[in-house]
Structures are given as C-alpha cells and as structure tokens.
C-alpha cells in the first residue's frame, strides 16, 4: 500500500511538472511593457492570433507567445549563435563553440545591432521585452522541462540576441566554403578536369527562375554596379616582406588569374579542409536543410479562380519543435498571418490583406576562403608588406570542467576557421557577408508584412543581406513577382569556387552588386514563376550570382504540371 502511494505522489508530482510550463491560454495577465491592451485568440489548430492597437505592442505579444510556447527552442538557438553550449551540456558542446566562437555570429550582431535605423531597433526591443516579460513571471517549475533536466535558467534577451539568430540562418543557408572545399578534395583525388565534371555549377540545360526576357543587361557594367565594401581595417606596415617571392606560397597556391587550388597545391590547405569539412558534418546545432525548398506562383490566367495563386514549401528538416511557429499579428498598419520562427519578429513567410510572399534558398556564392600568410607577431602578408592582424582572446565555459581558453585570429579577410582544428597545418580565413558590421536584414524581415504592393515589397527588402531568399510574390490586384535580394559579391581573378591567396589583392572583392541589378521578374509573359533552389538566371545575366545550384528536377517537375494545366498521367489517369 505504502508503494502503490509512493507511486501515486511520483506520478503526479511528474504530471504537474510537466503540465506546469504549458502555456495559458485563457484568461488576463498584467504584464508590464504594453501600451494598450492585446489580445491573443487561439483557433481550433491552436494558432494565436494577436491583436494589438500598434505594431509595436503586436510584435511584444509575439515575442510573449515565443516564450510562452518555445522558450527552451530559443534558449538553444541563442547558445547555438553565441558558442555557449558546454555551459550547459558540458565538453560534448566544445567543438561547436570553438567553431561558432571563430567563425563570430555574436560577434558580427553586436557589431551590426547599433547600426540599425531607431525605429526598426525600437520594434525589435518590442519584441524582446514581450520574452523578458514572459521571463520575469516564470521561473523554476514555470519554465520548461529541459531547464530543470540541465540545470540551467534562462537569460534575460537583448536585441543582439535576434540578429544574431537571424546571422544563424545566414549562416546555415550558406554553405559555399563547403562546396570550396569539396571541390579541393575531389580534385586531389580526380585532377582537376574530372573534378570539374564531377561537381558542376548547374545541370546543362536545366531550368532556370528568370525568364529570359527578366535577364536583361544592367544599366552598368558589373564593375560599375558593385558597391563597395570595406574590408577589415588594418595598418600596414612600411617594412617589405623579404626572403618570399610575392605569388606564391610553399606548396604551390595559384598566382594571379588561376582560379584557385589545383590538383596538387597545398596539401596542407587539403588536408585541413578535409578535417574542417567532416567536423562540420558532425555539429548538428541548427535546423539542417531538408532536401531543397520549393515556391511557386502562378498568375491569374493560369488559375481557376483567374486570381494568382502563390505556394511554398520551406525545406528546413523537421524537427521538434519545429522550427516555424503558425501566427497571426495584427497591430497598427501590421496585419500579417504565416509562419513567424522564435527568436525573430513579423512573419518570414505568408501574406496580409493585399500581397503573398513565400521563399527558398536562393544559394547565392556569399563565401570565399582565403589562404594566408601569417607570421609568429600575428602579421599578414599583402601585396608585399605586413599588416597586423586582429587577436581576440575568449574563454569557453564548460559545465563540470575547467574553462577553456580560445583565441580567435581575424584577418582583413575574416577569422581563420583553420584555428578551430586540434593541430591546424595552414592558415584559412572565411570571408563570408554575414561578417559585415552593416546588415540590415533584420529590418527587412519586420517590414515586409506591412507592404501592399510590389513597389513596396521590394522597398522593404532593399537592404537586405541574407540569407539569400528567392521571394516570390502575389497580390490581389493580379500581380505576381520574383525577386533575388541581397549582398552578391562582385570578384576578381576568381569565379569562388576553389579557395585562392590571401597574401595579395589580386583576389579581393570589388563589393556587391547594387540594389538595381538584383534579379526580379514582373508578371511575366508566360504567366508563372518556379523556384526550387535552382539556379537563378541564365548565362547571359551580366553577373554571377552562385557555382552550385540544386540539380533542376524538382524545378523541372513543378514546371511541366504548370504548363500541363496542373495535370499529369500520375496524378490524374482519367485527365
């Protein structure tokens, strides 16, 4: 009897503690913060929608919802970005900080947050103090499960803290360095003409997103429509490199106008790749890519109803929780409804009252690695003299053990990713555009749902950095649109698909390609739009825009049930 009674307590003190953190969802809660009342309604699929008198309560509700339904989900996104999971897990987490530590997306987003405009970081503070509050009410058995299992309490969240998860996307939509990398390996093994064949840009003869009559020439050359970018401020040292002819480094890196490594160069450089590549293999921290992402838009004279008709299937692997979160915010001019993701305000995918949107991964060439030249007084060589480099020392916090030192090496070109290993043989710096102190993209995702046009959905986006997203759009005036924003990197000497030399400007980004010569498509002749993480636009487009697109076949299909009325043998044998 005494047992059986034990038992009883047991499971029920499990059954409060698991129900406890379950959110509230009738009822008032007097929260500090608001400036009038707002109020959440979930529907019979348990979506909240929210309604507030301003935007800016509506995106504080949002952030209150976030917590209330995926706090420990976003407590682990924030220590995903900021390189601070052996606090919590203990040395399993390691190797994931040392990497993210390196590679700095928290870093980059304390840089990038003071340049926001007031008013999108009044927005954004918003949103953080509707989780802050959710915060200040709930502790210990108010909060999830997972904190009490790992012995740990949440952190109050800052606006860093959502521009550094917006860098994490970035981040896991950009995986060029490791297409670099791969193509290195293949070629030391194949040689580089089978390597070429082995890993191509894009199927020939595959489907592109642009119809041809988009892929129109620029109003400028491609040098003339890059904007600049600086890049890492250094002071240069008068003294000349000696005893090292410029061009060349032990191991028999490219000189100017080869397109990087080649079969036999640098093994060192390959054999550091090899190891970088497969760590990164192992580190699952963050949403991986699902296969490839598909959308789709169709103008009305291809529709039943004769309306366009917009879809899109985000290919981020599943997950529980899943990494999208069903909403609907209303508040101010903002009245938008899709899927919101915790850790970030407005709604990345869905539609208002007058315009749809949907997106993929556009996988745009965002990232170079450049090999250095780096001496034992942290200097680098360039274009024949030395500069110093920037050294920042980090301590890693491990749970049951003790601290563990991490210095970070940053070039003009970026950190040296290669630091990361446990013996290192060269010196490899990432350039990627996530890094820069300017991004704005923040802004960009918080101001889409309050466009009503096309006109004003591409404003909106205007100063977005990445990810690089293929947005398609509809409206309900019978428009539909495609467009590629973002911060592409104009090149020299190199088309970024093999990692070159780091020791000369021979290889240095001229800048980005500027807003007006950003791929878009407006209602175009053939009446719909088909995007599927294929590549962009043709090989006439002035610029390039990506060297490894997703094979076409998804493209393909979705294209020919468009053209064949929505029909096919498979779907319909009777059609």
């Known amino acids: 009897m005494i047992m059986i009674s034990v038992g009883l307590v047991a499971a029920a003190f499990v059954f409060w503690r698991l129900r406890a953190p379950l959110p509230d969802t009738t009822g008032t809660l007097r929260v500090d913060g608001l400036r009038s009342r707002v109020e959440v309604v979930r529907d019979v699929d348990a979506v909240p929608h929210i309604r507030a008198g301003s935007e800016s309560d509506a995106l504080f509700g949002l952030g209150y919802v976030h917590a209330q339904e995926r ?15 052996s606090e919590v897990v203990g ?6 900080d040392r990497l993210l530590r390196t590679v700095g997306l928290a870093r980059a987003a304390r840089e990038a947050w003071p340049r926001l405009a007031p008013e999108s970081r009044a927005l954004v503070e918003s949103y953080v103090a509707g989780i802050n509050s959710f915060l200040s009410e709930h502790r210990g058995g108010g909060l999830p499960v997972e904190f009490a299992i790992l012995r740990t309490a949440p952190e109050q969240w800052t606006g860093e803290d959502v521009v550094a998860w917006q860098k994490t996307m970035a981040w896991l939509l950009s995986a060029n360095w490791r297409d670099e990398a791969l193509r290195v390996l293949v070629a030391a093994r194949v040689g580089d003409e089978a390597a070429n064949l ?12 642009l119809p041809p009559a988009s892929a129109t020439a620029p109003a400028r050359s491609p040098s003339e429509g890059a904007v600049p970018v600086a890049p890492l401020p250094v002071e240069r040292q008068k003294d000349p490199v000696k005893g090292k002819a410029p061009g060349r ?7 100017k ?20 590549a497969d760590l990164v293999d192992t580190l699952q921290v963050a949403p991986p890519l699902g296969g490839g992402s598909n959308n789709w838009v169709v103008a009305g004279s291809r529709s039943i109803t004769g309306r366009p008709l917009l879809a899109n299937d985000p290919h981020l692997a599943g997950q529980a929780p899943a990494v999208w979160y069903l909403a609907h915010v209303t ?11 915790p850790g970030l305000p407005g709604v990345i995918i869905g539609h208002n009252a007058r315009i749809a949107w949907g997106i993929t991964a556009l996988l745009g060439d965002v990232q170079d690695l450049y090999v250095e030249r780096l001496n034992a007084r942290d200097q680098a060589e360039y274009d024949g003299a030395l500069e110093p480099i920037r050294v920042l020392n980090d301590v890693i916090k491990v749970r049951g053990e003790a601290d563990v030192p991490l210095r970070v090496r940053i070039t003009r070109h970026g950190p040296i990713i290669s630091d990361v290993l446990d013996l290192p043989q060269a010196a490899i710096a990432l350039r990627w555009t996530g890094l820069d102190a300017e991004d704005h993209s923040v802004e960009c995702f ?6 009503q046009s096309w006109p004003e959905f591409t404003a909106a986006l205007s100063q977005m950095q990445g990810p690089l997203l293929n947005f398609v759009y509809a409206d309900v005036s019978g428009n539909i649109g495609y467009y590629g924003p973002g911060a592409f990197p104009v090149r020299t000497a190199t088309d970024g698909t093999r990692p070159v030399p780091g020791w000369t400007s021979d290889y240095e980004w001229r800048g980005y390609i500027h807003e007006s010569e950003w ?16 590549k962009v636009a043709p090989d006439t487009f002035p610029f390039q825009l990506g060297t490894s697109w997703e094979a076409p076949y998804r493209a393909a299909r979705i294209t020919a049930l468009i053209e064949n009325g929505g029909r096919s043998r498979s779907s319909c044998p009777s059609c």
């Open 257 to 276: 106008g080869s397109p990087g490594l080649t079969r036999g160069d640098a093994p060192a450089v390959v054999a550091d790749l090899s190891v970088l």
């Open 331 to 341: 508040g101010g001019r903002l009245d938008a409804i899709g899927a919101t993701m």
């Open 249 to 255: 480094a032990p191991g028999g890196l490219p000189s």
């Open 519 to 534: 791929p878009r498509a407006f209602n175009p002749d053939r009446g719909y739009i088909v995007s599927a993480n294929n």
């Open 71 to 85: 706090l420990w989900q976003m407590e682990f996104q924030r220590r995903v970005a900021q390189g601070r999971l």
């Open 446 to 451: 918080s101001k889409i749902g309050l466009a």
């Open 198 to 209: 082995l890993t191509p840009a894009y199927t020939p003869g595959g489907p592109v997103i």
């Open 91 to 96: 040395p399993k987490g390691l190797k994931a």
